[in-house]
């Protein structure tokens, strides 16, 4: 159960590196690109294990949703990176969006999400889903909630 818990955190790196296969954001073609840019942010700072970067993608009142539990603000968020990040080390994350929309100004994203992890045993391979909903502030997009699930493991 541990290990599921932490390996959750794999699913915080949302990316928009590929197509998108909807988007209707008042006709913003740069907000896309600027999407794409958080998203690799979010995959740079998840492949190098730094919760500090993951969590200033978050507005200061986000909440992210998880298997372990249900985390409020950024420096929650951030700890449990942390804590995380002190068990398991992402080796190869990747993140897919399966779609990019909006709801009037309010944006939205949903998407699947892949990840080796090392541990002292040995690497592991999870997958899940993500959905998160943006903001903007002053310094771009923020996620303000981000939930992630992630796929059984197969038994032994």
């Known amino acids: 159960m541990k290990v599921r818990l932490l390996l959750t955190l794999t699913g ?10 909807a988007f209707n954001f008042s006709g ?5 690109d600027e999407f ?5 942010k979010e995959d740079e700072a998840s492949n190098e294990n730094d919760a500090g970067a993951l969590a200033a ?3 200061e009142d986000a909440v992210l949703v998880a298997p372990d539990g249900i985390f409020y603000g950024r420096q929650a968020i951030e700890k449990r990176y942390a804590d995380v990040f002190q068990k398991w080390h992402n080796i190869n ?7 990019l929309n909006a ?3 309010k944006p939205w994203s949903v998407g699947e999400w ?30 303000r ?12």
């Open 36 to 40: 794409n840019a958080l998203g690799m």
């Open 114 to 143: 892949w990840n080796i992890l090392q541990s002292q045993t040995g690497p592991r391979f999870v997958s899940g889903y993500w959905s998160a909903i943006y903001v903007r502030e002053s310094d771009g997009w923020k996620m």
């Open 57 to 59: 993608l978050f507005t």
């Open 12 to 21: 915080l790196a949302i990316g928009f590196a590929v197509p998108v296969l």
């Open 103 to 105: 709801i009037g100004r």
């Open 93 to 99: 994350h990747f993140t897919q969006a399966d779609q």
């Open 145 to 156: 909630m981000l939930t992630v699930s992630e796929h059984p493991q197969p038994a032994r």
């Open 28 to 32: 913003n073609v740069k907000a896309l």
